[in-house]
């Protein structure tokens, strides 16, 4: 059974910075996915099963960054330049086999419990 455990949730204001982590029991092609209340589940980061590739979507280019640590088998989300739009759960995601990056909610076997991140004005 993969378990996905994340942790960097919080409240921020407007600008300042997070860095969401993603723990998880062995080495997947890992994405992140946010959803905000009222609104569908949408992509937000990728990044492959080796960490070469790596791709974002274009709402959080320039202020998010994905990256892994393959020896602590945890990916992270650092989130700068925050937003208040950028409210929302997000939620780690992981895939078994593959060696590309994965930008579909439906790509995904393994979901975490989500953490919320809330940016105020």
């Known amino acids: 059974q993969v378990q996905l455990v994340e942790s960097g949730g919080g409240l921020v204001q407007a600008g300042g910075s997070l860095r969401l982590s993603c723990a998880a029991s062995?080495?997947?092609?890992m994405g992140w996915f946010r959803q905000a209340p009222g609104k569908e589940r949408e992509f937000v980061a990728a990044i492959s099963w080796s960490g070469v590739g790596t791709h974002s979507a274009d709402s959080v280019k320039g202020r998010f960054t994905i990256s892994r640590d393959s020896v602590k088998n945890t990916v992270y989300l650092q989130m700068n330049n925050l937003k208040p739009e950028d409210t929302a759960v997000y939620y780690c995601?992981?895939?078994?086999?593959?060696?590309?990056?994965?930008?579909?909610?439906?790509?995904?076997?393994?979901w975490g419990q989500g953490t919320q991140v809330t940016v105020s004005s």
């Open positions: 062995g080495r997947y092609a």
């Open positions: 995601a992981a895939r078994g086999g593959g060696f590309t990056y994965y930008t579909r909610a439906t790509d995904y076997e393994y």
